[in-house]
């Protein structure tokens, strides 16, 4: 039985390590492509792997556009949106779990009924009050309509249903605020659940391109998604500068899931369902 739970958890690890091998093909095509020559793309004539290594695509990413604000644009607007849904959806959660009030079940089924609803419905209707608001074309249209998320507030209510209300009811008899219980209490308990719903968030931002696509328009305006398509030519796409603008765009959504990776394994095992 020992040597049949050994030959079993090798095959498994085995056929975790082929599939793990075989999606970040894609992924080191792109970075060794972002050293290639566009012809040699274009062609194919160079292989997998650059015969001539060269800088000139991150050049020209530098050179022809104004990247680094680009980079600055979308690191502020993901920052705001991650730690405004964080902070949201915290205080939501907690309002939902441990508070009763009035109507509390259907505005809870309705914030729910949100998240079965695709964007592309409520685009129009969006861009319509962001036009009326005079904010197209401004970095507060792509951080307003990400304030709030219902998937947020659902996933911090069940976290915090789990948490015990004798320990909270202790905290109050010490004389300890509602504010005090949010900081103190509440939300190193739910961190790791924290950690992982801020690494969605920021990713999710950070690579949003449709609601930026419709809103900016002035290029000293634009997010890092939209480099993709300013670097497309009319006529000729110059793959190199494209692939080296691609590659500085991962990077920083790598470090932050580098830096937060053991909570977000953690939120996401502690799932806090019932």
């Not at 939902?96 to 109507?103: D, E, L, N, S, T």
């Not at 004798?166 to 109050?172: K, S």
């Not at 890092?224 to 590659?247: D, R």
Request: charged share 10%.
């Amino acid at each position: 039985m020992r040597r049949k739970n050994v030959w079993l958890d090798t095959a498994v690890t085995a056929l975790l390590a082929v599939a793990a091998c075989v999606m970040l093909v894609p992924y080191l095509w792109m970075v060794l492509s972002s050293f290639k020559s566009n012809m040699d793309i274009i062609s194919g004539s160079g292989g997998f792997w650059p015969k001539h290594p060269s800088l000139d695509g991150y050049r020209t990413v530098f050179a022809d556009a104004p990247f680094g604000l680009w980079l600055l644009n979308s690191a502020v607007t993901s920052v705001i949106i991650t730690a405004a849904t964080l902070f949201t959806s915290a205080l939501a959660g907690y309002v939902f779990a441990k508070h009763q009030f009035r109507g509390k079940r259907i505005w809870f089924l309705l914030i729910l009924a949100t998240m079965m609803i695709p964007f592309q419905v409520i685009m129009i209707p969006t861009y319509l009050i962001t036009a009326k608001l005079g904010l197209v074309n401004n970095l507060a249209a792509i951080v307003l309509p990400n304030l709030v998320s219902s998937y947020g507030v659902f996933l911090a209510k069940q976290f915090i249903e789990e948490i015990p209300n004798d320990l909270l009811e202790a905290a109050r008899i010490d004389g300890a605020g509602e504010l005090k219980l949010m900081v103190r209490i509440i939300a190193p308990l739910i961190f790791p659940m924290l950690s992982a719903l801020g690494i969605f968030t920021f990713m999710n931002a950070w690579n949003n391109y449709l609601w930026p696509l419709i809103v900016l328009n002035d290029t000293e305006k634009m997010t890092v998604p939209l480099a993709l398509v300013y670097f497309n030519g009319t006529h000729v796409v110059n793959y190199n500068v494209v692939m080296s603008a691609a590659v500085l765009i991962t990077i920083p959504v790598i470090v932050v899931f580098l830096i937060f990776q053991k909570q977000f394994v953690k939120g996401l095992t502690m799932t806090g369902m019932k």
